[in-house]
């Protein structure tokens, strides 16, 4: 019988289900319990480093709940020969629709609407602007499975929809050759691309300095993508419109003004956690360590 480790929650009847009768999942496990653990469920915001490793000799296998793996040192699973399972594709619909969601509420002004309506001030409702998703144009960063997906949803509503990723194939009437190009043509501006040192603050003060005057910058992708403060600053001097953010540099994120902004929208990373997504998350890791205790092939690891 394999011992498996969830390092942070998971769905334990989704998780058994998908083990199998060989492999016994173990929550909150103990010093005793790591040390025998032949695999681990890591949820996204679990650091695994080297002495994380080391408190797991008997280790064969470790998956991480999404794609991201910054806070995995895949360097010392090289090392060990310990494969690192993913799960692309369980949250991409529902990370798509967070970040289209944000785009309504944003653009809709819910909050400010919300607001007025319950302060009894109906009569100023005109003062308040609504734009539209529909003949706008909505620009991707990033054009994987979420970028992809989003813009189909965007375009069914009738956007005009432009991607910009220098390492994936783009149709040649949407593709943006450069990220100045895409952003000075979008209204919408949404971030789906991974975190690598190329990508780290892509968003600052010299790539603001030329975005669209008035667009919506949505990021639904990774904290580090953005320099929080820069985007601030070109809220207030009104370069952007409006700002919804589902990942932040340091999660928990310490304070900072643009939290009490009403033209900001936040969550605290949660849009690719729908019910629905979460528990195809959960099913692929299981899926994933089963196949590596059981000498099969995972369907996607990190490289």
């Known amino acids: 019988m394999s011992v498996v480790v969830a390092l ?21 496990p103990s010093a005793a319990d790591l040390a025998v653990a032949e695999g681990a469920i890591v949820r996204g915001n679990v650091t695994v480093d080297r002495a994380l490793f080391d408190s797991m000799p008997h280790l064969r296998v470790l998956a991480r709940t999404g794609v991201g793996t910054e806070l995995v040192d895949l360097d010392v699973a090289r090392e060990r020969s310990i494969p690192v399972v993913i799960t692309p594709g ?41 734009g539209d998703i529909d003949g706008s144009t909505v620009g991707i960063v990033g054009w994987g499975r979420i970028g ?15 991607a910009f990723d220098p390492a994936a194939p783009i149709p040649a009437g949407i593709k943006c050759d450069s990220l100045a190009e895409l952003l000075a043509d979008s209204d919408f501006v949404s971030l789906h691309a991974p975190l690598i040192e190329s990508t780290r ?42 700002v919804g953010l589902d990942v932040f540099d340091e999660e928990p994120p310490a304070s900072h003004p643009m939290m009490s902004d009403p033209r900001v929208v936040m ?24 196949a590596v205790l059981e000498g099969n092939t995972p369907i996607a690891t990190a490289s």
């Open 201 to 242: 603050h892509l968003i600052n003060d010299e790539s603001l300095a030329g975005i669209k005057p008035g667009a919506v910058l949505i990021n639904c992708g990774r904290g580090p993508l953005i320099d929080i403060d820069a985007v601030y600053r070109a809220l207030q001097s009104g370069k952007l419109a409006g």
């Open 267 to 290: 969550t605290p990373h949660v849009m690719g956690l729908t019910r629905k997504a979460a528990a195809q998350t959960y099913a692929d890791a299981a899926d994933g360590i089963r």
């Open 8 to 28: 942070g929650p998971v769905d334990r009847p989704i998780v058994d289900k998908h083990l199998g009768v060989d492999h016994v999942l173990v929550s909150d």
């Open 148 to 162: 992809q997906r989003l813009g189909a949803l965007a375009g069914a509503l009738g956007a005009r929809v432009r």
């Open 90 to 130: 369980s949250n991409t619909n529902a990370v798509a629709e967070g970040a289209l969601a944000m785009m309504l509420h944003l653009t809709k002004n819910l909050a400010a609407l919300t607001e007025l309506v319950h302060d009894g001030r109906w009569n100023e409702r005109d003062n308040i602007p609504l």
